[in-house]
């Protein structure tokens, strides 16, 4: 299991951000690790709402199939994702309004299928990566934003 937890200030009311952050289509223009995106619903999004998404670590793709399993708009969104070979994934978003911004508070959290030994592949494969990306992937979603 790898989690990572990242918060970062956004010069930009809640409704903006969710607006672009809960836009399958606009994934791409945020996520770094993001390559393509799947069969989706349409937005606005909703309890329930699914899509399809290809990302990339370290070079090797992996398809998540996401369902926003808590849609509270425009503050807090909880996704939970089924991978390859039984992964599993939750991410979660909250937004806080603060000085006439928003904290964005990013949660993800990957699950390995074959316990330990899979937790030790995990960190081998990626690292402080998940990390990284997190930031990165906030940066472009602030400078989209502001």
């Not at 952050?21 to 945020?30: N, Q, S, V």
């Not at 992964?87 to 949660?107: I, M, V, W």
Request: charged share 25%.
């Amino acid at each position: 299991m790898s989690a990572v937890e990242v918060e970062l200030f956004i010069d930009a009311p809640p409704e903006r951000i969710w607006e672009v952050a809960l836009d399958p289509a606009r994934l791409g223009d945020w996520v770094t690790i993001h390559r393509s995106l799947g069969d989706h619903d349409d937005p606005p999004a909703f309890k329930g709402f699914r899509m399809s998404q290809t990302m990339t670590l370290r070079g090797v793709p992996l398809t998540v199939d996401w369902e926003l399993v808590r849609c509270e708009e425009p503050t807090y969104a909880e996704w939970a994702g089924k991978g390859p070979a039984r992964s599993r994934a939750t991410t979660s978003y909250r937004l806080t309004p603060q000085d006439g911004g928003t904290l964005f508070a990013y949660y993800n959290e990957f699950k390995t299928p074959l316990g330990p030994l899979g937790a030790v592949a995990q960190r081998a494969i990626a690292g402080d990566m998940p990390e990284s990306e997190a930031i990165a992937s906030l940066e472009r979603l602030r400078k989209i934003c502001e």
